[in-house]
């Protein structure tokens, strides 16, 4: 089993649709959870941390649950500008420092 | 300017030749990051370090080799480069406060051995 999980997609939606990505983890250790988004051929880039109450930003919602090892992310209104590859990002307190990225899941946004 | 800034952005060379990636920033962080991405694959962390005098080793360090010459630069090496590194690479930056900060990336550097 990976040590994190992401459906690589596409998800493909139109405008204005609700979509949801989940990742999940397997060390129940894990400590720091990150959204990030790359687009094709660039960097990625920090799209919102992850609390353990989950938050939220403008039309974007990420949410933790430890139980089950997963986090996940809402977007609400879906724009063009959204499409991209969202990276889960997991932070391990285990073994000293240790930051494992998702493989991502991509997104298509369609007029 | 970007903060992070890496050079070279695309690079083609041979098997066997000697490669060094360059990384510097501005963003006055402590810690950066070297990182390589593969299609179909999450990034992954060849070496990391928390300071000028820190260096260590991450996921996948076998064949490279660094250098922190200073807190804002920061260099990858490939002492005899394979066809298998070829790869997207990713230098990055981040904070010092607390274990796990967002990370700042480069660009990129579009590294093929041929």
């Known amino acids: 089993r990976k040590e994190v999980e992401q459906d690589p997609g596409p998800f493909n939606v139109p405008e204005g649709a609700t979509v949801a990505f989940n990742c999940t983890y397997s060390?129940?250790?894990?400590?720091?959870f990150f959204w990030y988004r790359q687009d094709c051929r660039k960097e990625p880039k920090l799209l919102m941390s992850?609390?353990?109450s989950g938050n939220e930003d403008g039309r974007f919602t990420a949410q933790l649950n430890r139980a089950s090892q997963y986090i996940s992310l809402l977007i609400r209104d879906s724009k063009l500008s959204d499409s991209a590859t969202y990276l889960c990002?997991?932070?391990?307190?285990?073994?000293?420092?240790?930051?494992?990225f998702g493989a991502g899941t991509r997104l298509f946004v369609k007029a | 300017d970007a903060d992070v800034t890496q050079t070279p952005r695309n690079r083609i060379t041979k098997t066997g030749k000697r490669i060094m990636l360059e990384c510097s920033q501005t963003?006055?962080?402590?810690?950066m990051y070297w990182y390589r991405q593969d299609p179909g694959l999450g990034l992954r962390l060849i070496y990391y370090?928390?300071?000028?005098?820190?260096?260590n080793k991450g996921e996948i360090s076998d064949g490279y080799s660094v250098s922190r010459q200073a807190q804002a630069k920061f260099s990858l090496s490939l002492e005899s480069a394979i066809p298998n590194q070829t790869a997207l690479y990713f230098c990055?930056?981040?904070?010092?406060?607390?274990?796990?900060?967002?990370?700042?990336f480069g660009d990129g550097t579009r590294l093929s051995i041929l």
């Open positions: 990002v997991v932070g391990e307190s285990t073994g000293g420092f240790k930051t494992i």
């Open positions: 370090s928390f300071d000028v005098k820190d260096i």
């Open positions: 992850v609390y353990s």
């Open positions: 060390n129940s250790a894990s400590q720091s």
């Open positions: 990055a930056t981040s904070d010092s406060q607390g274990m796990y900060q967002p990370q700042h």
């Open positions: 963003k006055g962080h402590d810690r």
